[in-house]
């Protein structure tokens, strides 16, 4: 969870994943900055590179 939010990591990769821009989300989101977004891919990919996943297969839409 970004600090002093209730925004998590979760949610915003799922922006992102959905193509939100950065500048949507500060838009729809002004209480959390540019380094908060940062902050939280930086956090995934390190919990990433600490854990064991397994990629899964592309699907066709």
Request: net charge negative.
């Given at each position: 969870?970004?600090?002093g939010t209730r925004i998590s990591v979760e949610?915003?990769?799922?922006?992102?994943?959905?193509?939100?821009?950065?500048?949507?989300?500060?838009?729809?989101?002004?209480?959390?900055?540019?380094?908060?977004?940062?902050?939280?891919?930086?956090f995934a990919a390190e919990r990433l590179r600490?854990?064991?996943?397994?990629?899964?297969?592309?699907?066709?839409?």
């Amino acid at each position: 969870v970004i600090k002093g939010t209730r925004i998590s990591v979760e949610l915003i990769l799922g922006w992102l994943a959905n193509g939100w821009t950065f500048e949507q989300i500060l838009e729809s989101y002004p209480h959390i900055v540019r380094d908060d977004i940062l902050a939280a891919l930086a956090f995934a990919a390190e919990r990433l590179r600490e854990e064991d996943y397994i990629p899964l297969p592309k699907i066709a839409a």
